[in-house]
């Protein structure tokens, strides 16, 4: 089946630093990649939509500026968290949805957790 | 706007089947999903199924789909204890199923 792949799987960085977080779809193309954050004991929250190639779509109340996507090729999304403080750590996921195919399914990441001390 | 509801815990018996049940509020789903979630670890896709489908069968899992009353349910057949884990249902819409919902997930514990 589609594997996709997060990296690093879990990083711990000081208040005020950035993180990269990456997503790639290893053995499938991928015109759109999703951004989720899960809170303990919580469901997945969308944080943002990135197609390749465009600008993201980021859901209401996530900041853009703090939450920057790139989505530089169609095996590739990335997560930058600037100035990052100790709420934003939590368990980043992303998923990839295949382009083209018969289905319209979602394949996840195994997720990246961020610990900000 | 959409929502999709799950129960938070289920225990059942090792040997048993497992029940889990979703209900969705968006008539214009394309697909539902089961995805299953290990401690520490990301999704899973179990299953899924189109939403002009009634019922899908893979080995010990059965999904039913009650398009009527929006409501979608998982069974496991014959629960083991690799089981235990975090079951959320999805739906996605839109005119390519390009918007995601998940459930609030529910925690399946198999006692032995």
């Known amino acids: 089946g589609a594997v996709v792949s997060q990296h690093p799987s879990r990083v711990i960085c000081k208040s005020g630093t950035s993180v990269k977080i990456e997503c790639r779809s290893l053995d499938f193309q991928a015109t759109t990649m999703f951004w989720y954050r899960q809170f303990p004991k919580q469901s997945l929250m969308l944080m943002a939509t990135?197609?390749?190639?465009?600008?993201?779509?980021?859901e209401q109340g996530v900041e853009k500026d703090k939450f920057l996507i790139n989505h530089a090729s169609l095996t590739l999304s990335t997560l930058t968290v600037t100035s990052a403080h100790p709420e934003d750590s939590s368990f980043y996921i992303c998923?990839?949805?295949?382009?083209?195919?018969?289905?319209?399914?979602?394949?996840f990441g195994p997720g990246t957790r961020l610990t900000v001390t | 706007g959409e929502d999709v509801e799950q129960s938070l815990f289920l225990s059942v018996r090792e040997g048993d089947s497992s029940v889990i049940n979703c209900t969705y509020t968006d008539s214009s789903s394309t697909y539902l999903y089961w995805y299953k979630q290990e401690p520490g670890a990301g999704l899973q896709l179990l299953t899924y199924?189109?939403?002009?489908?009634d019922m899908k069968q893979d080995q010990r899992l059965t999904v039913l789909l009650n398009k009527k009353d929006k409501h979608l349910s998982l069974r496991i057949a014959d629960t083991q204890t690799g089981d235990s884990a975090i079951y959320f249902c999805a739906e996605s819409f839109g005119n390519y199923g390009q918007n995601f919902v998940f459930g609030p997930g529910t925690r399946l514990s198999v006692l032995p």
């Open positions: 990135s197609n390749e190639g465009s600008k993201a779509t980021y």
């Open positions: 998923s990839a949805r295949a382009s083209g195919g018969p289905g319209l399914e979602q394949y």
């Open positions: 199924i189109f939403s002009n489908m």
